[in-house]
């Protein structure tokens, strides 16, 4: 049996149980309901799993906690397997639910959404942190707690230039070479590609041939074969875990000598129980602590997993848990000053809530937050992380606000 499917049955039993928590968590004459989509059982569900536990987890906390002002929140949470068009419907359903705001997830239907959001004035939380909806003159109904793909990627391709590029033999002597693995037909893959170039060309990189790795991929000896005629010092990778793993096993297999960085959905604590030895130095974007961490508020992610979930052990959970949190967290946030304000109106909530919003900090080693009218990214600052001698490390913070401030204030927003 292969990973992904002792992974499906170890969650699908559990993530019923906590859908159908979430569900319940409505006591009370006055509610908000508040939609949410995910993916556990289509093309990212390695690492959607967890975040739907997450999601009706920090559910109960707000509710818990108060909710909102008084009022709590019922979540109406659905698995669409990753597909745009089941996307759709269940956004026409939400609609029709008179959900205030949604918890979305991938970025193909995030974008294929956001015309309409944007025309309906829902807030729209996502698990997608393309940065092309980071723009709001384009899309100001988009939002989500993290650093976007973008930046992260450009903060990935930085820490490493910065910290290993300067031991490598060659250092001084030639240009660093870079190539990219990533499933080419993905909206979610892609999107940091334009930017991660970019900032290659401004390090001084080579930049070699993209290889196409599907998100189902468990064999990429082909994909590594082409890549050592191009023999990359560094190699990114796009996808979601399950592949990662198997980009890197192959890779370290067929001696491809060359180091690794991964976007934020393709590293988690999975990444090395997965690809083994492989996973030896790999960096990657981290926009929050991993689960279980000595972070503020991480005592409370814990205790409500074990409370909900007792059945998935903790050292089986993710940092897409804490993922979860964050975007529940900022929705809560401004759903409290939208509904302080008198007004939890889609534009109330976007105005009075979200861009009101000035270095919120919502622990969970997550960078404080910022929204503004003019720019959605939170934060230019990124810390990135590397798995090494068995625990996952600190190599560097980047700020790319601070060391590209032209660049950052006028370039690279929305892309």
Same mark, same amino acid.
């Given at each position: 049996m292969n990973s992904r499917n002792l992974w499906f049955k170890l969650f699908v039993p559990l993530l019923a149980v906590g859908i159908l928590v979430g569900l319940s968590a409505t006591a009370g004459a006055a509610t908000i309901n508040v939609g949410a989509l995910n993916d556990m059982t289509g093309a990212t569900s390695d690492v959607g799993k967890d975040y739907a536990l997450g999601i009706a987890e920090a559910m109960h906390y707000v509710n818990d906690s108060g909710g909102v002002n008084g009022k709590k929140i019922k979540l109406y949470q659905f698995d669409y397997g990753y597909r745009v068009p089941e996307a759709l419907t269940k956004y026409n359903l939400f609609k029709r639910l008179k959900c205030v705001a949604i918890l979305g997830w991938g970025t193909g239907d995030t974008e294929a959404l956001s015309p309409t959001v944007t025309k309906d004035k829902i807030p729209y939380v996502s698990a997608s942190y393309s940065g092309h909806l980071t723009d709001p003159n384009k899309t100001p109904y988009n939002l989500f707690f993290a650093t976007d793909y973008s930046t992260n990627a450009r903060a990935a391709i930085t820490a490493w230039f910065d910290k290993r590029?300067?031991?490598?033999?060659?250092?001084?002597?030639?240009?660093?070479? /870079?190539?990219?693995?990533?499933?080419?037909?993905?909206?979610?893959?892609?999107?940091?590609?334009?930017?991660?170039?970019?900032?290659?060309?401004?390090?001084?990189?080579?930049?070699?041939?993209?290889?196409? +790795?599907?998100?189902?991929?468990?064999?990429?000896?082909?994909?590594?074969?082409?890549?050592?005629?191009?023999?990359?010092?560094?190699?990114?990778?796009?996808?979601?875990?399950?592949?990662?793993?198997?980009?890197?096993? @192959?890779?370290?297999?067929?001696?491809? @000598?060359?180091?690794?960085?991964?976007?934020?959905? #393709?590293?988690?604590?999975?990444?090395?129980?997965?690809?083994?030895?492989?996973?030896? #130095? +790999?960096? #990657?974007?981290? +926009?929050?602590? /991993?689960?279980?961490?000595?972070?503020?508020?991480?005592?409370?992610?814990?205790?409500?997993a074990k409370k909900y979930n007792p059945g998935v052990p903790a050292e089986k959970r993710l940092i897409r848990t804490i993922q979860a949190w964050g975007d529940v967290l900022i929705l809560w946030e401004a759903l409290k000053r939208a509904d302080k304000a008198g007004d939890l109106s889609g534009e109330s909530i976007l105005k009075n809530g979200f861009e009101t919003m000035r270095n919120f900090d919502i622990g969970l080693g997550a960078s404080p937050v910022t929204f503004t009218s003019t720019d959605h990214r939170v934060a230019g600052q990124v810390p990135i992380y590397e798995w090494k001698n068995g625990k996952f490390g600190l190599v560097e913070r980047v700020d790319l606000k601070d060391r590209w401030p032209d660049k950052w204030a006028n370039e690279w927003i929305g892309w």
């Open positions: 590029w300067p031991k490598h033999k060659d250092y001084g002597k030639r240009k660093p070479r /870079f190539a990219c693995s990533y499933m080419f037909a993905s909206p979610y893959c892609s999107a940091p590609i334009k930017a991660i170039k970019d900032q290659a060309a401004i390090l001084g990189f080579e930049i070699g041939p993209d290889q196409d +790795v599907s998100l189902f991929a468990i064999d990429t000896k082909s994909q590594i074969l082409g890549l050592k005629e191009f023999k990359p010092d560094l190699l990114w990778h796009g996808n979601t875990t399950m592949s990662v793993a198997a980009t890197l096993r @192959d890779g370290y297999s067929l001696g491809l @000598d060359a180091d690794h960085i991964v976007n934020n959905w #393709g590293f988690d604590e999975n990444l090395p129980r997965l690809a083994g030895k492989a996973a030896e #130095g +790999v960096m #990657g974007a981290a +926009v929050c602590a /991993f689960f279980g961490e000595d972070v503020p508020g991480m005592d409370k992610v814990v205790a409500y």
